[in-house]
């Protein structure tokens, strides 16, 4: 057995690095104080950005990654994992993120794609990545170019649970469908859902998909969160949710402890009691086409 | 051992009982290795703990990796802090895990066990992109053991009874204090249980 001296960036290692903040909860802060306060909520990381989703809807105009001097600003503060957002296809943003020394990537359909057709070849990075996606064949296709981490798409900026669940429930019904299927009808399957047949094989085995799946997009409550818990999330993304309510704090702690306790009930509604005021939402019925992020990379 | 009728004091009549602390982190991962690591012990179960009445008949605990603010801070909030401080059991910790047993951490955010005498530093290696999988020399282990460090603590001091079981330049990486093992990588990634053989044995298991 020969074993290789030092390794950086292995699959091992990206993929592991996700294990670890299973069960948790990371936040979207624009700030290093609203970072601190991420931190002392419990939170297992935080997305530095310079708006929240909610925001970058509401500013309109060419989304980017943020400004570094911001990102740096937010990995001083806390002792946390801080990830960033490149652009869909924008490999220099995330060479860039990886320079500045963030621990992960999200390519990420709330900003606006920098490339139509390709999403960055993820494996050329030795910092991990977290991809958005709507169904199996798309988190398969991310995973294929080298995601170590799923999260269901959602749609951000709405404070509106119904996207989240709709892609978990396709991600956990289109891995559910693949039990008893043979090898034959699997690779029927990879066809149809346009993804590799090693990949849904592997699903099929494992009966969950081979990284890490978040839930990501609309969460905005306890209960929000311990719902997509229940529905099969390893843990949670909630952006705007946080700092658009009315007592950030307490919002943070709350979210914290119902997905520690998403399966208690008795707890969920203890730490549901007085946040104030969720976020107000949107309706994701009511968005123009050229307003729906999730559509964003496929 | 294979040949042990279950009957005589030779090995364990009975299966043993490991919990895995679940309040965040790779419970599953640990969960997996130790099954694995007891597949040939009929009636050994793992299971996961998330409350102090989970603790009672287990043998040995597995704290994961994870962010040790975060299970810190629920460990507090979900009334664990003494009855893990007390645990009598053997206790199995992993990275997040070193960092809760140890008794100092250079962080005031983390509120540690102090099961084993030891300081430890938290993000020793740096960022993400300097955790590093390498090839490493254990004490007690014939061949070399390849250990993913993913944000790894060190220890940086240790205290009496404290036995060093491999060190790297960054610091000391396996230490075993009693009936205790602390890893700053992770033997549950990757799928060599030699460690938690190791493990199991120190238990008498």
């Known amino acids: 057995m020969k074993l290789e001296e030092l390794r950086f960036g292995t699959e091992l290692i990206k993929r592991g690095f996700a294990s670890m903040q299973k069960g948790g909860v990371i936040m979207d802060v624009v700030n290093a104080e609203q970072a601190e306060l991420a931190e002392e909520a419990g939170a297992v990381a935080v997305m530095a950005l310079e708006r929240v989703p909610a925001d970058i809807r509401a500013a309109g105009g060419v989304a980017r990654m943020a400004d570094p001097q911001k990102i740096v600003e937010i990995i001083d503060a806390v002792s946390i994992p801080v990830m960033g957002k490149a652009r869909i296809g924008h490999f220099v943003e995330a060479q860039i993120l990886e320079a500045l020394g963030v621990d992960m990537v999200d390519e990420s359909e709330v900003l606006t794609p920098a490339d139509e057709q390709f999403h960055i070849d993820k494996t050329r990075f030795s910092v991990p990545f977290v991809c958005g996606a709507r169904n199996l064949g798309e988190a398969l296709r991310r995973i294929d170019e080298g995601a170590a981490m799923i999260r269901t798409k959602g749609e951000a900026g709405t404070g509106n649970v119904v996207e989240a669940v709709r892609h978990m429930r396709a991600i956990m019904g289109g891995i559910r469908a693949l039990s008893g299927m043979d090898n034959q009808e699997l690779v029927d399957r990879a066809r149809d859902i346009e993804a590799p047949a090693a990949l849904v094989i592997e699903c099929a085995q494992r009966g969950r998909l081979p990284v890490v799946n978040f839930s990501a997009g609309g969460i905005a409550t306890p209960a929000d969160a311990a719902l997509m818990m229940q529905l099969g999330a390893d843990g949670v993304f909630v952006g705007s949710g946080i700092f658009k309510s009315s007592n950030p704090e307490a919002t943070a702690r709350a979210i914290v402890e119902a997905v520690n306790h998403y399966d208690d009930p008795k707890i969920v509604a203890e730490v549901s009691k007085g946040l104030g005021e969720a976020m107000k939402g949107l309706d994701v019925h009511m968005l123009r086409e050229d307003e729906v992020l999730q559509t964003r990379g496929r | ?205």
Do not use: W
């Open chain 2, 1 to 205: 051992m294979s040949t042990c009728s279950g009957k005589t004091r030779c090995c364990r009549p009975v299966g043993v009982k490991i919990g895995v602390l679940a309040l965040q982190g790779d419970v599953a991962e640990h969960i997996t290795a130790f099954r694995e690591a007891l597949a040939d012990r009929p009636g050994s179960t793992v299971v996961p703990v998330r409350h102090a009445a989970d603790l009672g008949d287990l043998d040995a605990l597995a704290i994961p990796g994870g962010e040790s603010t975060t299970i810190s801070r629920l460990i507090g909030k979900n009334g664990l802090y003494e009855p893990l401080a007390g645990f009598e059991g053997g206790i199995f910790a992993t990275c997040a895990g070193m960092v809760l047993v140890a008794d100092r951490v250079d962080d005031p955010r983390v509120r540690t066990l102090g099961l084993i005498p030891m300081h430890v530093a938290r993000n020793a290696f740096g960022r993400q992109v300097d955790s590093r999988e390498t090839s490493l020399n254990i004490a007690g282990l014939a061949d070399p053991f390849r250990a993913v460090f993913i944000r790894a603590p060190v220890a940086t001091e240790i205290g009496s009874g404290v036995e060093v079981l491999a060190r790297i330049p960054e610091g000391i990486v396996v230490v075993r204090h009693g009936r205790h093992m602390a890893f700053a990588f992770h033997p549950e990634l990757g799928g060599d249980l030699r460690l938690h053989r190791t493990f199991l044995e120190g238990l008498g298991i």
